[in-house]
């Protein structure tokens, strides 16, 4: 593999720019190399400057339930784009985007559009503080919410993979109002709020973990919660930046059938722009500025362009139902060819999957949450991944993330992905 303008970009890369990359797990830290420089996408492919061609899992980490580049999308946005790029004032797209968004997720009564995940997840941790009058909030060991400071704190991700999981620069007093609860497990919740009584405004959940890996929360346990917010008001904030519209239409809520109070939004919503979303109860959600007086504002919010793709990707959603049957199929498919290589190489490797999320261990235990994610042979899954790249297969560089299946893998991707599996798994 001829990589040659990819490390010559790097080199230059990271004289300018902190570790040559915009984000941290770009970078291969985790797996060794140097990263590679990619030029275009299409469908299930993407090549980099080099002209190598990989079949990628990683779909720009989650927006991609398409695969890359859909003619819809693209479409929409060379339309759009005629019109000009952004007029900070309301336009007719925003208002047919919240109306879609309320459709396809129930629970969302009112939405605030905002331009990424880590906006959508602290601006709904405000709104929950303003709405309350408290301010401590439970997160759980693992997941991750974005790099706002207080989220930063046994964060899951890139801050996890890279072993920065609280991060320098989390002030105590940041630090103070963040409580830490294990994921999956009920009594570390009951626990918290049994000490913090009547001092928490809300509990801020991946309902399925998609940052120590994909880590399915067990449907008892999220109902369990959906209790205790019940009866001890606090807000439930569902985080589904990646798991909405990607485990199925109306994201985990529609699919545990639970309820949150907020939810946030963030990858698919933008049909690969940058795009976020918070929305939920109208009760709440009023209390924001200027209906209300809890403030969150956004220059570039609801912009044009990000409203076209993501209305776009929305649109293609509603009118097409059978996507999710299409990706279970492909993810099935996928699931078993796995299991069937482990099996031949007498492993027992955990293989977690919801619907297209998926991520391989490589440890003989169940895992359930951050203590057995972090059991996971991280040096093995870095010769795994560089195998994997050598047979042109592209998955997320790091171990604690998830695999994106969309529906441009065809069956002969899957098929070449399955043998690329069986020959690195022989080598590891
Ligand atoms: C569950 C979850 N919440 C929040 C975020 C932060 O989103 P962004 O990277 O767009 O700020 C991510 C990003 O991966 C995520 O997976």
């Known amino acids: 593999m001829n990589t040659e303008k990819s490390n010559r970009l790097f080199n230059e890369a990271k004289k300018i720019i902190p570790g040559g990359v915009n984000s941290p797990v770009r970078a291969f830290k985790a797996v060794g ?22 079949i990628e899992y990683i779909g720009s980490w989650g927006p991609h339930l398409f695969g890359h580049n859909p003619p819809f999308i693209k479409e929409a946005l060379l339309k759009e784009i005629e019109n000009g790029t952004s007029f900070g004032a309301p336009t007719e797209l925003e208002v047919k985007m919240a ?8 629970s969302i009564e ?17 709104t929950a503080r303003g709405y309350t009058g408290k ?4 997160k759980f060991e693992g997941c991750y919410h974005g790099h706002a400071d207080y989220f930063l704190i046994k964060a899951g991700s890139g801050a996890l993979t890279l072993g920065i999981p609280t991060s320098p620069g989390v002030t105590k007093g940041n630090a103070a109002d963040t409580l830490l609860a294990d994921y999956n497990d009920i009594e570390s919740v009951k626990e918290l709020i049994a000490k913090n009584k009547n001092e928490i405004a809300a509990i801020i959940i991946e309902p399925v973990a998609g940052n120590m890996g994909v880590v399915p929360a067990n449907p008892e346990f999220l109902r369990e919660i959906r209790n205790i917010c019940d009866e001890e008001r606090i807000v439930l904030i569902f985080d589904e930046v ?3 519209f990607r485990v199925s ?16 939004f963030g990858k698919i919503i933008g049909g690969g722009l940058p795009v976020g979303a918070f929305g939920g109860r109208k009760e709440i959600m009023e209390m924001i500025a200027p209906s209300g007086s809890i403030y969150q504002a956004g220059t570039l919010s609801g912009n044009p362009l990000a409203m076209a793709a993501g209305y776009a990707a929305l649109n293609y959603i509603k009118d097409h139902p ?28 955990a293989l977690n999957r919801v619907g297209s999320m998926m991520t391989l261990f490589f440890v003989e235990e169940e895992v359930r949450d951050y203590k057995t994610a972090v059991k996971s042979n991280t040096v093995t899954f870095g010769k795994y991944f ?8 592209y998955l997320a560089p790091a171990q604690f993330e998830a695999a994106f299946i969309s529906t441009a893998h065809s069956n002969e991707d899957l098929d070449r992905t399955i043998k690329a599996q069986s020959e690195a798994l022989r080598l590891l």
Not at 33 to 46: A, D, M, R, T, V
Not at 135 to 138: A, D, L, R, T, V
Not at 250 to 263: C, F, H, N, R, V
Not at 386 to 393: A, D, N, P, Q, V
């Open 99 to 106: 109306k879609l968004i309320t459709e396809l997720v129930p």
């Open 386 to 393: 560089s195998e994997m790249l050598k047979r042109g297969i």
């Open 135 to 138: 301010e401590k909030f439970i």
């Open 242 to 244: 990646m798991t909405g």
């Open 110 to 126: 009112m939405v605030r559009m905002v331009n990424s995940g880590t906006e959508a997840t602290m601006s709904a941790v405000r």
């Open 322 to 349: 059978d996507t999710y049957s299409l990706l279970e199929e492909k993810a099935s498919y996928l699931e078993k060819g796995i299991k069937e290589n482990l099996k031949s190489i007498n492993k027992n490797y």
């Open 33 to 54: 190399g140097n990263p590679l420089f990619i030029k275009k996408g299409e469908g299930s492919k993407i090549y980099d400057v080099d002209d190598n061609e990989y």
């Open 249 to 264: 239409k109306g994201g985990a809520q529609e699919l545990y059938g639970i309820k949150p109070d907020l939810t946030t």
